[in-house]
């Protein structure tokens, strides 16, 4: 089953390539330590696996386990699992490049690669460092389950399985999947319609995989659903929004929201996006449509062009709505940087429909434009780790502030639990990469509130208890907020502190 797994000397150039732009794109990420709100949630709270099956997440509650077993714990593991995260990624793009047939293009190969890699969306999830290694196993598990594909019972048992794992550690995955697959139909039929101008539909399933690869995709979201739902009733989890699907009434209102999104991630300025990037990719996206265009009607006009046509459109749309994907028919819809992620393989799938051009000139500008954009992209990248720093350290000089004052406080040894009430997720000296649940500040979350007190202070405060929560909610409501001094009380073994 297994082929071609040597890597060609072209493919190695890539790999490396690629990995150097990567390290320096995300290099804030590699090497310095700053923290999400998960990672400071993750230092010192222990692990509750229940969280990970209510999300449908059972791999990564096994991955995690393991991981706390061998001792490479997240986020500790900071370097190590963000590079493996970059290598993942970097040979995910690789097998994109195969199941394209583009690997003889080095130039062209290297620009999807950093397109799919070191896209400004794609920068949120190497943010949390506890969810790297995660994110890395469930891309890799994923495409190596659909390149591998072959309608035979043990391979296809072999890849469903990894397209399942894949899932049952992140969703998201199924995305790029859907979106490189769509991508290498549409390749297909182009390239049938420059030898002959007619589809030769054989040549096509067989170029493409096509039905083995949606046999794989199809069964691995079978298995992962029944094995899911064994174990959450094994379990008695009650599933969460992020795995319950949306209503029939809901769906007006849905569609709605895919638009407003549809228009913020193609059309809108964004702070990680800015609008001269939206501009020149816009151009790309306008070349690679003139160029499929003219390919497909290249010949005479008949039904079977009327049919390529209208088929490619019909695909083009599906990868799409892909960006999206699983978010589309959940009910959690929470479409941040990190969720939309694989806009990054849509695009790597533009600018290599643009090279299907026998146009020099049209390759020339394509690399241009595209080297243009990723260092842009590479630049939002550094922002983006940079201002997490920035952000840390203002975290880490209010979290000081505050500890001073309670160690001033005359009751001060009497405080055994802490509660923290309130909270900005900015600055009013704005982070303008706070976006979402990205580099927002750990005070604006109730998971990371008081382990930053911890663990800038040492100090192993609890938790306040139900009743003491409703009381401290009760006072701040109507104190005076921090800095002020009736911000912060000491109430026998309970200090609350109001944000």
């Known amino acids: 089953m297994i082929t071609n797994l040597k890597p060609s000397q072209t493919e190695l150039k890539i790999f490396l390539l690629t990995m150097v732009v990567c390290v320096a794109a995300k290099g804030n990420a590699l090497f310095q330590l700053s923290y999400s709100t998960d990672d400071f949630f993750s230092m010192l709270t222990p692990m509750n696996l229940n969280v990970y099956f209510m999300d449908g997440r059972f791999g990564w509650a096994l991955l995690s386990t393991l991981n706390h077993s061998l001792g490479a714990v997240a986020p500790f593991t900071n370097t190590f699992f963000i590079f493996l995260y970059m290598a993942c990624l970097v040979l995910a793009g690789l097998i994109v490049c195969r199941i394209w047939r583009i690997t003889d293009n080095m130039i062209l190969s290297t620009l999807v690669v950093l397109f799919i890699n070191i896209h400004p969306y794609q920068a949120e999830l190497f943010s949390f460092k506890v969810n790297a290694l995660y994110n890395a196993f469930s891309i890799l598990f994923a495409y190596i389950g659909l390149y591998y594909s072959e309608l035979k019972i043990k391979p296809i048992f072999l890849t469903s399985f990894c397209m399942s794992f894949a899932l049952s550690i992140y969703q998201l995955s199924l995305n790029p999947i859907v979106i490189t697959l769509c991508f290498a139909i549409v390749f297909e039929i182009v390239r049938q319609s420059i030898n002959n101008n007619s589809s030769n539909w054989k040549q096509i399933l067989h170029k493409t995989k096509l039905l083995p690869r949606m046999v794989t995709i199809w069964l691995g979201v079978f298995f992962y659903l029944i094995g899911n739902k064994v174990l959450q009733n094994i379990l008695h989890t009650i599933p969460s929004e992020r795995f319950q699907f949306i209503s029939i009434y809901d769906i007006v209102h849905r569609l709605i929201e895919i638009k407003d999104v549809m228009l913020k991630m193609f059309f809108l300025p964004e702070p990680i996006m800015p609008i001269a990037l939206k501009v020149i990719l816009a151009i790309l996206g306008f070349l690679a449509i003139v160029v499929c265009t003219s390919k497909i009607f290249s010949g005479n006009l008949n039904k079977g062009t009327m049919v390529n046509f209208l088929l490619v459109l019909v695909v083009l749309f599906i990868s799409l709505m892909s960006t999206v994907g699983v978010?589309?028919?959940?009910?959690?819809?929470?479409?941040?940087?990190?969720?939309?992620?694989?806009?990054?393989?849509?695009?790597?799938?533009?600018?290599?429909?643009?090279?299907?051009?026998?146009?020099?000139?049209?390759?020339?500008?394509?690399?241009?434009?595209?080297?243009?954009?990723?260092?842009?992209?590479?630049?939002?990248?550094?922002?983006?780790?940079?201002?997490?720093?920035?952000?840390?350290?203002?975290?880490?000089?209010k979290a000081n502030r505050i500890i001073y004052r309670l160690e001033n406080h005359p009751e001060f040894s009497r405080v055994q639990r802490v509660t923290i009430i309130g909270g900005d997720w900015n600055f009013p000296s704005a982070i303008d990469t706070a976006i979402g649940d990205m580099n927002i500040s750990a005070f604006s979350k109730s998971w990371s509130k008081l382990n930053i007190l911890k663990e800038l202070s040492g100090y192993n405060f609890a938790q306040a208890t139900e009743n003491e929560q409703e009381k401290a909610e009760a006072y701040c409501s109507g104190a005076p907020k921090w800095p002020a001094p009736e911000s912060l009380i000491i109430d026998g073994g309970l200090c609350i502190i109001c944000l």
């Open 327 to 397: 978010p589309l028919i959940v009910k959690t819809w929470w479409p941040v940087a990190r969720v939309l992620s694989s806009i990054g393989y849509f695009w790597a799938g533009v600018i290599s429909l643009a090279f299907f051009s026998v146009s020099k000139k049209i390759h020339l500008i394509v690399v241009i434009l595209s080297s243009i954009v990723l260092f842009g992209f590479a630049g939002i990248n550094n922002r983006i780790y940079t201002d997490q720093v920035r952000l840390n350290m203002r975290d880490f000089h």
